[in-house]
């Protein structure tokens, strides 16, 4: 039986297409910023998102992470939702690294008002907050998208208060396309935003950090000091290069993801909210009293639907380009036999 593998969007394969532009990349040295291919694609990176500079990064995580040591001190504050990516699945990096504190703010993404009274007074004995970190599609919200008016309010508000604002666009051309949107317009309401090529869009390794040129330049310094500073890099570069010539295919992606949760909300015994898809992320619960989250993914794995324990109590499917509408019929039908 043929492994449907939902786990992820990070699962997909480069493409033939990929695999050729990487045989055939031109290359240099990137840590002396002679790498041709990486030039490019950092330029075709501030074209799509309107910004000044860009820096190739080996991960989404580490392009977060220099966001947020180029934009504070140490012992400053980060302001970001309280489901975020850095503060679930980075490890405690900003804590680590960065030396900052996060500031969660239940809601960030849909509540218009909430930001405002998280702000602080200044007094020399409260934490100095620096930096706003916003997340579109936000991960553990199943992919959902904060909508153009939200990141202007708070975009907004940041400024009025002296404030950087730094998206983690990890899947900003989801985000775009479910809002019908250019990423131009939504990297409009950041200083700095961090995007993956290792997603949907299929490439094998890497994302990009944009920002302004002394901002990129600080980001450059930092990368090195983590270890991020690649050398033939142009081998990766030319897939991402790829992968970015067509990114409204993704759009297939969530059309899968809707069928998978019409699907699965029909089941007897499965909670799937559907009108919470918004992009290629599916949630879904069974009744813990019956069957645990971990029981219902090693139940689907025994079937072999591959789902993700998403770190909340629903289960997490994700729809990508490596399966197909098919593949989720298929999908579909097997489940039915276990519920
Ligand atoms: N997300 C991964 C896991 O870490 C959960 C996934 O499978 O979805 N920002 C966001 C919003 C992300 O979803 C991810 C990866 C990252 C950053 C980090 O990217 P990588 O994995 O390249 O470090």
Known sequence: MKV????????????????????????????????????????????????????????????????????????????CDSEAHIFHYEMGAAAVLAGVQLHLVENLHKDEGVLASHFREQIYYLPRTRLVCLENTLNRGGGSVMGLAQMKTVYSLAKENALKVHLDGARIFNAALALRCEVKELAGFADSVMFCLSKGLGAPVGSLLVGNREFIADARRWRKLLGGGMRQAGVLAAA????????????????????????????????????????????????????????????????????????????????????????????????KQVF
């Open 4 to 79: 449907i593998d939902l786990r992820s969007d990070t699962v997909t394969r480069p493409t033939p297409e990929m695999r050729q532009a990487m045989a055939e990349a031109e290359v240099g040295d990137d840590v002396y910023g002679e790498d041709p291919t990486v030039n490019r694609l950092e330029a075709k990176a501030c074209e799509l998102m309107g910004k000044e500079a860009a820096l190739f990064v080996p991960s989404g995580s580490m392009g977060n992470q220099i966001a947020i040591m180029a934009h504070c001190a140490r012992g400053e504050e980060v302001i």
């Open 240 to 335: 991402g290069l790829v992968a970015l010539r067509n990114t409204s295919r993704l759009e297939g992606d969530h059309d899968k993801a809707k069928v998978l949760a019409e699907g699965l909300s029909l089941l007897p015994g499965l909670r799937v909210d559907t009108a919470r898809v918004e992009t290629n992320m599916v949630l879904a619960a069974a009744d813990e009293s019956i069957l645990t989250k971990a029981q219902l993914v090693k139940k689907l794995a025994e079937i072999r639907v591959l789902a993700g324990a998403s770190g909340r109590s629903e289960v997490r499917f994700v729809t990508h380009s490596d399966v197909s509408m098919g593949d989720i019929k298929e999908a579909l039908e097997r489940i």
